[in-house]
């Protein structure tokens, strides 16, 4: 135990948590089900449902509800029993991970999607990865154990190996697919059967004592329960119990099994962020490390959301708060540029819609509309000069030159461009020579996503055309080493949103080349995003 004075009761029922997974885990109809049992929406949407009830919540862009996908990173906070969610759904498309990753960095644990049929994906090993390098404590929800699944003993040794963590079951499946009719809640000894005629209705629990109470027989077919019965007494003995001490430390996690669809499993899981999940936890800065309880107000931006709400050219800062008990109205210090900012009008959002909040604690995390001046990585403290670290920007791995289709058009595209490098929807670099800029995204989808909001948010239809370069490189070093290389490569050298030096490449060669001709200079693929 540490000899930290204990949180303020505001701060400590915070519970800020992301949600990762592969595409198509059931992510986002989890997300929904979240904010229906907070009491946020009467009604669950759906992604592959018809007509307006296919409308989710948590997607809000036109592209996101056209293709049934989450292309962004969006934020909620609603009240559940005791505790205050901050839930942030990220998308789980691999073209869009960097705007997860960063969203990563501001919260203190993470929920991983699992599907029961194809268990562990490309993806969600990604992301996991980022979760372990932060040391983020992962709870697990195995989904979709309504259809055909795999056997949960496969799933948990697969979770096991994969991503060398040890699980924990925290219920276990009764059945599997059609015969699936709910799971028994080992950590608790309830038994939790389905409804299966209304998909927004929440489980009924039975209160049993241990797995050989008669009132079993009444609720569960006998072979299914003396095949329940052999699988938790293996369970008992072949897997650990849980330990929270080891979850907050992020060398276990426990697992739950549902189907979130049919609103199966989420309460439970909702109950284990709250009684298991971490509090609002230390944020590392550059200066010092900033713990929840202090009295003064500190935060980060880790997200730059453009025209959200169309009708106004609007930009929503997201930001964590770190530490303090915030109320409208503050002035807090914007450290990049040293000026004071009044926040009058600071939202918290509940899906597609946001209320004014009146006040915000350490862990919550809100949204500061602004035009342009809140960027990722900035800081805002009550005047103290602090850099939150660990908020990357990585290398596109795609690039492509952009022109506007009438040429008059050429300026607003620029501010266009601007905002979404702002946004860290892509990167955008401005060769030294020749006109135009080249654009660089992760994944190829983004250029779509692009296009299409270039078109509909500024009525600029583009073109994306094939560039000769395929990589970017941020060039540090000594100015005069720095120097000769920019003069002698000026072909090569553009400059980002923030007019830091980027050199673009063709080949591995051209990487090479500068690490053998040029003493002094560093080409790097990531660059700190510290402002």
């Known amino acids: 135990?540490?000899?930290?004075?204990?949180?303020?009761?505001?701060?400590?029922?915070?519970?800020?948590?992301?949600?990762?997974?592969?595409?198509?885990?059931?992510?986002?109809?989890?997300?929904?089900?979240?904010?229906?049992?907070?009491?946020?929406?009467?009604?669950?949407?759906?992604?592959?449902?018809?007509?307006?009830?296919?409308?989710?919540?948590?997607?809000?862009m036109k592209m996101e509800q056209d293709r049934g996908i989450s292309?962004?990173?969006?934020?909620?906070?609603?009240?559940?029993?005791?505790?205050?969610?901050?839930?942030?759904?990220?998308?789980?498309?691999?073209?869009?991970?960097?705007?997860?990753?960063?969203?990563?960095?501001?919260?203190?644990?993470a929920i991983m999607v699992i599907d029961g049929a194809k268990g562990v994906e490309s993806q969600t090993r990604k992301?996991?990865?980022?979760?372990?390098?932060?040391?983020?404590?992962?709870?697990?929800?195995?989904?979709?154990?309504?259809?055909?699944?795999?056997?949960?003993?496969?799933?948990i040794d697969e979770?096991?190996?994969?991503?060398?963590?040890?699980?924990?079951?925290?219920?276990?499946?009764?059945?599997?697919?059609?015969?699936?009719?709910?799971?028994?809640?080992?950590?608790?000894?309830?038994?939790?059967?389905m409804d299966r005629a209304d998909r927004n209705k929440v489980a009924q629990s039975i209160s049993i004592s241990g797995l050989e109470d008669p009132k079993l027989k009444d609720h569960v077919p006998a072979e299914l329960l003396a095949k329940l019965r052999e699988e938790v007494e293996m369970a008992r003995e072949l897997l650990p119990t849980f330990d929270r001490q080891s979850f907050l430390e992020g060398h276990m996690t426990p697992i739950w099994f549902g189907s979130?669809?049919?609103?199966?499993?989420?309460?439970?899981?909702?109950?284990?962020?709250?009684?298991?999940?971490?509090?609002?936890?230390?944020?590392?800065?550059?200066?010092?490390?900033?713990?929840?309880?202090?009295?003064?107000?500190?935060g980060f931006v880790f997200k730059v959301q453009a025209n959200m709400d169309p009708k106004h050219r609007d930009r929503v800062a997201f930001v964590r708060?770190?530490?303090?008990?915030?109320?409208?109205?503050?002035?807090?210090?914007?450290?990049?540029?040293?000026?004071?900012?009044?926040?009058?009008?600071?939202v918290l959002f509940l899906a597609a819609d946001r209320e004014l909040a009146e006040e915000a604690w350490g862990g919550d995390i809100m949204g500061i509309p602004n035009h342009g001046q809140l960027r990722i990585g900035d800081a805002l403290t009550e005047g103290e000069v602090l850099h939150f670290?660990?908020?990357?920007?990585?290398?596109?791995?795609?690039?492509?030159?952009?022109?506007?289709?009438?040429?008059?058009?050429?300026?607003?595209?620029?501010k266009a461009l601007m905002q979404f490098a702002e946004e860290g929807a892509a990167k955008?670099?401005?060769?030294?020579?020749?006109?135009?800029?080249?654009?660089?995204?992760?994944?190829?989808?983004?250029?779509?996503?692009?296009?299409?909001?270039?078109?509909?948010?500024y009525g600029i239809p583009v073109r994306f055309e094939a560039s000769q370069f395929t990589s970017a490189r941020w060039v540090q070093g000594d100015k005069a080493a720095v120097d000769k290389l920019v003069n002698a490569n000026k072909q090569h050298i553009s400059y980002d949103h923030d007019g830091d030096i980027v050199f673009l490449t063709r080949l591995q060669w051209d990487i090479d080349r500068v690490a053998r001709d040029y003493e002094g200079v560093t080409l790097s693929a990531t660059k700190e995003m510290m402002q």
Not at 76 to 102: A, I, Q
Not at 269 to 298: C, F, H, N, T
Not at 321 to 335: A, D
Request: net charge negative.
């Open 321 to 346: 708060l770190v530490s303090g008990h915030f109320n409208r109205g503050m002035k807090l210090t914007h450290v990049r540029t040293k000026k004071p900012m009044s926040i009058s009008n600071p």
């Open 127 to 155: 992301l996991f990865e980022v979760c372990r390098l932060r040391d983020l404590p992962i709870l697990t929800f195995c989904n979709k154990m309504d259809r055909e699944s795999r056997d949960t003993f496969e799933i």
């Open 71 to 109: 292309v962004s990173a969006s934020a909620m906070s609603f009240e559940y029993r005791d505790y205050r969610y901050n839930l942030v759904d990220t998308p789980g498309h691999s073209d869009f991970s960097e705007d997860t990753y960063r969203t990563l960095t501001a919260v203190d644990a």
């Open 159 to 193: 979770i096991q190996e994969n991503l060398a963590i040890d699980v924990a079951p925290a219920s276990w499946p009764i059945g599997v697919g059609r015969d699936f009719i709910g799971a028994y809640d080992l950590i608790h000894d309830r038994l939790d059967i």
């Open 389 to 414: 670290t660990g908020i990357p920007s990585f290398a596109p791995e795609l690039l492509q030159s952009v022109r506007a289709t009438d040429p008059m058009k050429g300026k607003h595209l620029e």
């Open 260 to 298: 979130a669809i049919n609103s199966f499993g989420v309460k439970e899981l909702m109950d284990g962020i709250g009684e298991y999940g971490p509090e609002p936890q230390v944020q590392k800065a550059a200066e010092r490390d900033v713990p929840p309880e202090e009295a003064k107000v500190a």
């Open 1 to 60: 135990m540490t000899n930290r004075p204990a949180l303020p009761a505001e701060i400590a029922r915070r519970r800020t948590f992301a949600i990762i997974s592969h595409p198509d885990a059931g992510k986002t109809t989890l997300t929904e089900k979240f904010l229906l049992f907070g009491g946020a929406i009467q009604m669950a949407g759906q992604v592959r449902a018809k007509g307006e009830a296919r409308r989710t919540r948590s997607d809000f």
């Open 428 to 457: 955008v670099f401005k060769p030294a020579i020749g006109s135009g800029f080249i654009v660089g995204v992760v994944g190829a989808l983004q250029f779509e996503v692009l296009a299409s909001r270039i078109e509909l948010e």
